[in-house]
């Protein structure tokens, strides 16, 4: 394949593989645009689909961007093509977030390796076993991090119970504002009755907790889901943090490469996975997430993952709807 014949079935499908990233309350808040000319990709942040109470900065808007940014650079590489990456290209449009230019066929980008993995991630809000993740896994979802640039710590005992307080207040906090609750009643989908095609459905939820400590964002907020069973959940979660060492749009766009590039590695090693960012949600209490030993980096994600059932596959929006073109 020639640099020249990058088809518009080929650009779709690229697009359509980095749509399967996760982001906030599956909102898939991002736009794609291909100039055939230049053979260029831009990312722009869909503002419309942004959570002025829970996301008040963008951070988490930047983050989901971020891993649909990576499933496109692995996508390129599964087709052997190489692939430059800016960032914030341009400090007067800051809804531009990425611009991808497509290089030369390539044979060799480790990325390529990832690809099967993309459309296998899946969230899951269902309990995992306490079998341990061994040291080689850990320091080789720390790797997959520290390639761009972030890094991915496991919470020793003392932090990790205070990472669990921290999740359940923010979690209590956010049920007694009205305009948050709000907010993710938005992105919450009857499955029976809806057939959107974003936000979270109830097939998604998982089963409601009945004991454990796993720190499980539940979706159903005040709502009753009849018919939904309670589980059980583990009692030491194996709970880790993402984190940057500055904390602007360029580090969470970084944040959520990284973030997506160690899920899909995650998934390679048959370890499933979820998300508990309820405190980071709230700037107070995002601060005391950080090591209370080093002090350092900015907290980004705050990742559960273990060895559990796999999620269910949760919807995306039509490739047209967040693809277009340019000559």
Excluded at 21 to 33: I, K, V
Excluded at 141 to 165: I, K, M, N, W, Y
Excluded at 184 to 206: I, L, Q
Excluded at 283 to 299: A, E, I, K, Q, T
């Amino acid at each position: 394949m020639s640099v020249e014949t990058l088809d518009e079935r080929t650009v779709k499908g690229l697009v359509s593989d980095a749509t399967r990233a996760p982001s906030m309350h599956n909102a898939q808040p991002w736009l794609f645009r291909y100039a055939r000319s230049t053979r260029t990709f831009t990312l722009s942040a869909d503002s419309a689909r942004a959570m002025p109470h829970e996301d008040r900065d963008g951070r988490g808007l930047h983050v989901g961007c971020g891993a649909a940014l990576l499933n496109l650079r692995v996508a390129l590489a599964h087709l052997g093509r190489g692939s430059g990456t800016t960032l914030l290209p341009d400090a007067a449009v800051p809804c531009l977030l990425a611009t991808v230019s497509v290089g030369s066929p390539t044979t060799v980008d480790a990325l390529a390796d990832l690809y099967p993995a993309i459309r296998e991630r899946h969230t899951s809000r269902y309990p995992f076993s306490e079998r341990e993740i061994p040291t080689a896994e850990r320091d080789e979802l720390g790797q997959a991090a520290r390639l761009e640039d972030a890094e991915l710590t496991f919470l020793s005992p003392p932090h990790l119970q205070a990472v669990l307080d921290l999740t359940r207040d923010a979690e209590g906090y956010s049920l007694m504002d009205p305009s948050r609750e709000a907010e993710r009643a938005r992105w919450t989908k009857d499955s029976k009755a809806d057939v959107s095609t974003e936000g979270v459905p109830e097939y998604a939820f998982g089963p409601r907790k009945r004991g454990g400590t796993a720190p499980t964002r539940d979706f159903a907020g005040l709502d009753v889901v009849r018919g939904r069973p309670t589980a059980d959940f583990e009692d030491r979660p194996q709970l880790a943090l993402l984190s940057t060492a500055a904390d602007g749009p360029a580090d969470w766009l970084r944040a959520g490469q990284a973030l997506e590039r160690l899920l899909l590695v995650a998934t390679r090693h048959g370890l499933a996975s979820s998300f508990a960012t309820q405190a980071l949600e709230w700037s107070d209490l995002r601060w005391l997430l950080r090591d209370p030993v080093s002090g350092s980096g900015h907290v980004q994600m705050v990742l559960r993952l273990g060895y559990g059932p796999w999620g269910p596959e949760t919807p995306r929006r039509p490739v047209e709807e967040v693809l277009t073109f340019d000559d």
